[in-house]
C-alpha cells in the first residue's frame, strides 16, 4: 500500500516563525499535492508538484512555499506563520497512468495551530 | 471551469437508518473521474470508490452503494443501515484530462449517526 506520511499530527508555532511541514511518499509517485482544510470551505490546493524541483501554484499559495528537491518528499513551508495559517494540512501523492487517474493517497494530516 | 457542488453540509441519522449523500458535478471535459472519500474523526483521507466517465453502471459495496446519472451530473452515495462508525466528513471530488491531475472537492457533507 502507498503510504504517506506527514512528520508532525500536532504543531503549536508563535507568530513570524518559519515553519517547515514534511510530507514523504513511498511509492514513487510523481504527483504531489498539498491543502489546507478549513470548516465550511472544504479542501483548499496550496501548491502542487508534477516532478522532482518542479512546482506550480494551487488556488491559495499566499503565504507559502515548497520545496521538491526529491521525489519522495514535498515539504511546504510558512515563510513567517501567521494565525490566519492555523488550519490542517493535508499532503496528497498520485499515480496517473494510461489506465486513468488512481486517486489520491492523503497523509494523516498536521493540525498547525499558530499563536 | 471544473466545479464540485456536495449541498448538504450536516446530516444527521438515527442509526439503521439509511442515508444518501449528494454530489453534483461540473465539466466541460469528455473524460473525467469521480471519487468519494471519507474523513473520520481521526482525519486521514481515505478513498472509497473510483468511476470514471465512461462506466455508468451503479456499484455496490457492502452497505454502500453509489449513483452515477452523467444525464444530470451527479454521484450520489447511500449508505443503508447506518452504523455510528460512518459518522465522518464525506467529499466528493473530481478530476478531468483538462485539470490535469487536479482534484476538484466539493466543501464536504458531515455526517452524524446517532446510536
Known amino acids: 500500500d502507498v503510504k504517506v506520511t506527514q512528520s508532525s499530527r500536532y504543531l503549536v508555532k508563535r507568530t513570524g516563525e518559519k515553519v517547515f511541514l514534511e510530507c514523504v511518499q513511498d511509492?514513487?509517485?510523481?504527483?504531489m499535492f498539498w491543502y489546507r482544510q478549513d470548516p465550511g470551505l472544504g479542501l483548499r490546493l496550496i501548491y502542487f508538484?508534477?516532478?522532482?524541483?518542479?512546482?506550480e501554484k494551487g488556488d491559495i499559495p499566499e503565504g507559502y512555499s515548497v520545496s521538491r528537491e526529491k521525489k519522495e518528499r514535498f515539504s511546504l513551508i510558512l515563510e513567517s506563520a501567521s494565525t490566519n495559517q492555523t488550519s490542517m494540512y493535508l499532503c496528497?501523492?498520485?499515480?496517473?497512468?494510461?489506465?486513468?487517474?488512481?486517486?489520491?493517497?492523503f497523509g494523516s494530516g498536521t493540525r498547525l495551530t499558530v499563536v | 471551469a471544473q466545479k464540485v457542488t456536495q449541498a448538504q453540509t450536516e446530516i444527521s441519522v438515527v442509526e439503521k437508518e439509511d442515508v444518501t449523500l449528494d454530489c453534483v458535478y461540473e465539466?466541460?471535459?469528455?473524460?473525467?473521474?469521480l471519487f468519494w472519500y471519507k474523513q473520520p474523526p481521526s482525519g486521514e483521507l481515505v478513498f472509497l470508490i473510483r468511476?470514471?466517465?465512461?462506466?455508468?453502471q451503479n456499484e455496490i459495496s457492502g452497505r454502500y452503494s453509489w449513483n452515477f446519472q452523467k444525464s444530470t451530473s451527479s454521484f450520489n452515495f447511500t449508505i443503508t443501515a447506518s452504523q455510528v462508525v460512518d459518522s465522518a466528513v464525506y467529499f466528493c471530488?473530481?478530476?478531468?484530462?483538462?485539470?490535469?491531475?487536479?482534484?476538484?472537492f466539493g466543501t464536504g457533507t458531515s455526517l452524524t449517526v446517532i446510536p
Open positions: 496528497a501523492s498520485s499515480l496517473v497512468t494510461g489506465g486513468g487517474h488512481y486517486g489520491y493517497t
Open positions: 511509492m514513487d509517485h510523481e504527483n
Open positions: 508538484s508534477y516532478d522532482v524541483k518542479m512546482k
Open positions: 465539466t466541460r471535459d469528455t473524460t473525467y473521474y
Open positions: 468511476r470514471n466517465s465512461f462506466d455508468e
Open positions: 471530488a473530481l478530476t478531468s484530462t483538462q485539470t490535469g491531475n487536479q482534484f476538484y
